[in-house]
């Protein structure tokens, strides 16, 4: 079972950064396709951003020129950094993978993903 391990999240104010960080003990992270979703409260679950394992990004429009998947594979942990923050990106974001590769065309519907972390929060003030 792979499990997802998420960090990084915090309260900030808004036009500021935080990079999310989640690792993936006991399994190679750029093997896999793997997304960061977010679900404020009282609304639907967003795709942000996913990667594939070529290294291709997709980016959510709502924060595209501001957030940057990555995935670091020294550390094995895949990341977000998350620039100009706006009070809207408040939420908590989930690290998610999925068993398939998707030759670029990565969704941002979590329903492609099989495997989640436990969330962490992110807030923005303003």
């Known amino acids: 079972q792979v499990q997802l391990v998420e960090s990084g999240g915090g309260s900030v104010q808004a036009g500021g950064s935080l990079r999310l960080s989640c690792a993936v003990p006991?399994?190679?992270?750029?093997?896999?396709?793997m997304a960061w979703l977010r679900q404020a409260p009282g609304k639907a679950r967003e795709g942000v951003a996913g990667i594939d394992s070529d290294g291709s990004t997709s980016n959510a429009d709502s924060v595209k020129g501001r957030f940057t998947i990555s995935q670091d594979n020294a550390a094995n942990t895949l990341r977000l950094q998350m620039n100009s923050l706006k009070p809207e990106d408040t939420a908590m974001y989930y690290c998610?993978?999925?068993?398939?590769?998707?030759?670029?065309?990565?969704?941002?519907?979590?329903?492609?993903?099989?495997?989640w972390g436990q969330g962490t929060q992110v807030t923005v003030s303003s």
């Open positions: 006991g399994y190679t992270a750029s093997t896999y396709t």
């Open positions: 998610a993978a999925s068993q398939y590769t998707f030759g670029g065309a990565i969704p941002l519907n979590g329903a492609y993903y099989h495997y």
